[in-house]
């Protein structure tokens, strides 16, 4: 389905530029919003930055994606939880067990084994 904004053609599936005059983000980088996590985009659950059809990482400004979104910025990247539960026990700090190549990861969430979010740490 596609939405009409001042005569340009928005897909709802696909990030776009609202009008400064809305009071919302303008130009190809937004400088001001926050991002919500999780947020819902087409039929995901998203608990950090996105790359969908964009140059760069996004993330919207809505728990539900309504088109209001924003570039991630350094701030705006998904942090580790901790402690965190993964198999039967809890970590304080990122960890190599149960990674094939053995680099360190954490979880998202308190509760990997329920929620499986998890991201490579730094």
């Keep these: 389905k596609r939405y009409t904004e001042g005569g340009n053609h928005f897909n709802k599936y696909t ?20 991002c919500v996590f999780p947020f819902y985009y087409r039929d995901g659950l998203f608990h950090d930055c996105v790359k969908f059809k964009a ?21 705006d990247f998904a942090r ?16 190599s067990d149960g990674d094939a190549f053995g680099k360190m990861w954490c979880s998202l969430t308190q509760n990997y084994n329920k929620d499986k979010v998890w991201k ?3």
Aim: charged content about 20%; proline content about 3%.
């Design 15 to 34: 990030p776009t530029f609202l009008s400064l005059s809305l009071g919302f983000i303008s130009g190809t980088r937004a400088t001001y919003g926050k």
């Design 55 to 75: 140059k760069h990482k996004w993330c919207s400004l809505n728990g539900t994606y309504r088109g209001y979104w924003k570039y991630c910025s350094e701030e």
């Design 80 to 95: 580790c939880v901790f402690p965190f539960w993964y198999r039967h026990l809890i970590y304080w700090e990122c960890t």
């Design 120 to 122: 490579y740490c730094d």
